[in-house]
């Protein structure tokens, strides 16, 4: 776009920054070409139904791949891979109010989506536990995976509350 005036006008300059996500190859690269933030999530070329299937392609190794396909392409273009920075989505958020709580939760998810608990508590698509588990998982993937922003997506704003909270008072 040229020639638009926005109002009011980014603070950012010269532009806000540019997020492009997806779960494949093609997007990805083109996230690493061009945006500032690269937002890595599942593959949903085989339609949207939240299954097995999106939870399982945000395992660690998948993530890792995508991540890599997005570093390929910003070096390819003559671009600092270092200087954008990673979101992940999370599909679900479950906080709960104690630890002996989280594996009952984790099933409970887990069931929802079709997918053993085991695959469930390594996938970057969900976070369940504590407020200050899911903060530590949190900080696990930046350390892990480089992935410095989370998008919480449909989950429910109280449901989230308590992880920003306990976010919050780490910094």
């Known amino acids: 776009m040229t020639?638009?005036?926005?109002?009011?006008?980014p603070v950012q300059t010269p532009h806000p920054?540019?997020?492009?996500?997806?779960g494949g190859k093609r997007m990805l690269t083109m996230a690493?070409?061009?945006?500032?933030?690269?937002?890595i999530h599942s593959n949903l070329r085989h339609g949207s139904?939240?299954?097995a299937a999106v939870i399982e392609d945000m395992l660690p190794d998948?993530?890792?791949?995508?991540?890599?396909?997005?570093?390929?392409?910003?070096e390819r273009a003559g671009r600092d891979p270092d200087q954008l920075d990673y979101l992940s989505i999370t599909w679900t958020c479950r906080v709960v109010d104690s630890p002996r709580q989280t594996d009952a939760a984790l099933a409970e998810v887990c069931?929802?989506?079709?997918?053993?608990?085991?695959?469930?508590?390594?996938?970057?698509?969900?976070?369940?536990?504590?407020?200050?588990?899911?903060a530590e998982q949190?900080?696990?993937?930046?350390?892990?995976?480089?992935?410095n922003?989370?998008?919480?997506?449909?989950?429910?704003?109280?449901?989230?509350?308590?992880?920003?909270a306990a976010l919050a008072a780490l910094d």
């Open 3 to 9: 020639g638009l005036t926005g109002s009011p006008a």
């Open 17 to 22: 920054p540019l997020l492009i996500g997806g």
């Open 32 to 39: 690493g070409e061009r945006a500032q933030i690269a937002g």
């Open 49 to 51: 139904a939240y299954n």
């Open 62 to 74: 998948r993530m890792s791949r995508k991540i890599a396909w997005v570093r390929e392409a910003a």
């Open 111 to 134: 069931r929802a989506y079709g997918v053993d608990p085991a695959v469930g508590r390594r996938s970057t698509g969900l976070l369940v536990g504590t407020a200050e588990q899911c």
């Open 138 to 147: 949190l900080q696990h993937r930046r350390e892990e995976l480089g992935l």
């Open 149 to 164: 922003y989370v998008d919480f997506g449909a989950a429910d704003a109280g449901e989230v509350a308590p992880l920003v």
